[in-house]
């Protein structure tokens, strides 16, 4: 498996060139989120290169500039070196929202949504979140594993080098904490990086359905504290929406996790606007969907360091009226991130690069702001952007091959997928690029 190789090859991966790239994208400008104007400077070298040691990025700049550096010329031997003409490199996507642990698709939702019903209609009638709870539950550790690395390796054919990763089908402590165990052996034999996030709170579960304090409870009483004593999660995630869970309840996930040293995102505005103010105290890294979201709100955000983390798939496949407002987050200075939303219930994608193309064409985000939100700022959202989003040195090489001649075109040809192999943590992947 494509993924083992990687792990075993890491302890002894040679110094790397990657030289000769058609475009290399950079991204640079350090380890923060970029906001307006800055999501638009790309970082463009042609006729790049990339020097790689010790899994960590040592130099970047033309073929020319790195060719005559010192320590190359010196180490010259022992470098691996890769020809990467034809091909655009871009920072590995950082995917920064995914729901990846459940067993099956939910296709009698599908249907009833083409149907006419909509998502709301389907959960109320005991579908949506909490049909894909029975198969989480009875599911071993090792299945759903599988399951996610699979998912995790497919993301990585579409360029995803950094993923995160949700329960939040489980709905027990049991079972969240399975789902959570599953994603760290998952992780284990995955070569990219993995972020744990617990959603315990995703909708109280049908034995809670008419007293969902007590759940509230049990998440903040004993998920959250499992999860943290079992370092299981870095992050806990609330679905905060009529019909999930209250401003109110979300508020006091948020203080357990907060008691417990776990940092705090969100779903928020998907269906319904809610007001932020009582949220943005808690320090939340990222703020996810924002379909509905108030000009006060922009502000606050623009004002802030939370990332406003964006999933077109999720508009795309329930077929929305309207997108998350984009342009006006951008413009207004907020620091916006794309991530797939992969789920089995209002997102089944994996590609980073169809995500893209969504934003592109139904937000209206440019290309270049459409790269900088899947990298940079899915870092910066991840709470990673000192390591990961961007090629400048020092930070880790992973890096996304694509056979193209320009970046623009990963967010044109939609529903194909270009990417040719990554680089991660400085070890090249695909035996057609090493
Ligand atoms: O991000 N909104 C909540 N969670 C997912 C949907 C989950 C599901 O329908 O299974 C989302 O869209
Ligand atoms: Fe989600």
Not at 215 to 221: A, G, L, P, Q, S
Not at 301 to 310: D, H, P, Q, Y
């Amino acid at each position: 498996m494509k993924a083992k190789k990687a792990k075993k090859a890491q302890s002894t991966a040679a110094p790397l060139l990657l030289y000769g790239a058609t475009q290399l994208v950079t991204m640079r400008g350090g380890n923060v989120a970029r906001r307006s104007a800055a999501m638009r400077d790309v970082g463009l070298i042609e006729d790049g290169a990339v020097l790689i040691s010790g899994g960590k990025i040592v130099a970047v700049g033309t073929t020319d500039e790195l060719h005559k550096d010192a320590w190359l010329k010196q180490n010259k031997r022992r470098v691996e070196e890769i020809d990467c003409s034809g091909l655009v490199l871009i920072p590995g996507f950082v995917d920064s929202h995914t729901h990846t642990v459940f067993t099956a698709p939910r296709l009698i939702d599908f249907e009833k949504r083409i149907a006419g019903a909509s998502y709301e209609e389907i959960a109320e009638a005991g579908g949506g979140i909490r049909s894909s709870i029975a198969g989480v539950r009875g599911a071993p550790e090792s299945g759903l594993a599988a399951l996610a690395l699979d998912a995790f390796d497919r993301m990585m054919e579409h360029g995803t080098t950094t993923i995160e990763a949700k329960s939040g089908y489980g709905l027990s402590v049991d079972a969240e904490l399975k789902s959570l165990r599953a994603i760290k052996l998952a992780a284990s034999e995955f070569a990219g990086t993995i972020v744990p996030t617990l959603l315990g709170a995703h909708v109280p579960p049908p034995e809670f359905r008419e007293r969902p304090d007590e759940y509230v409870k049990i998440i903040c009483e004993e998920m959250i504290p499992k999860a943290a004593r079992g370092k299981l999660a870095r992050f806990v995630d609330v679905f905060c929406e009529r019909g999930a869970f209250t401003l109110k309840q979300t508020e006091r996930i948020f203080e357990a996790a907060t008691e417990h040293k776990m940092r705090i995102r969100a779903h928020i505005g998907q269906l319904s606007e809610t007001k932020l103010a009582s949220l943005l105290r808690f320090q939340p890294v990222s703020l996810d969907h924002l379909d509905f979201v108030g000009d006060a709100d922009v502000r606050q955000l623009a004002k802030s360091e939370v990332v406003a983390t964006l999933v077109p798939g999720a508009n795309y496949f329930l077929a929305t009226e309207a997108y998350a407002p984009a342009r006006k987050l951008i413009d207004a200075g907020v620091a916006v991130a794309l991530a797939t939303d992969f789920n089995p219930g209002s997102s089944p994608m994996l590609s980073m690069p169809f995500a893209l193309s969504l934003a592109c064409t139904q937000m209206k985000m440019s290309p270049a702001e459409a790269l900088a939100a899947s990298t940079i700022n899915g870092a910066a959202s991840l709470a990673l952007a000192d390591r990961k989003g961007s090629i400048e040195v020092g930070k880790d090489a992973d890096i996304a091959l694509f056979e193209l001649d320009d970046y623009r075109e990963i967010a044109y040809w939609f529903g194909d997928n270009r990417c040719v192999g990554v680089v991660v943590n400085g070890v090249p992947l695909d035996d057609d690029v090493a």
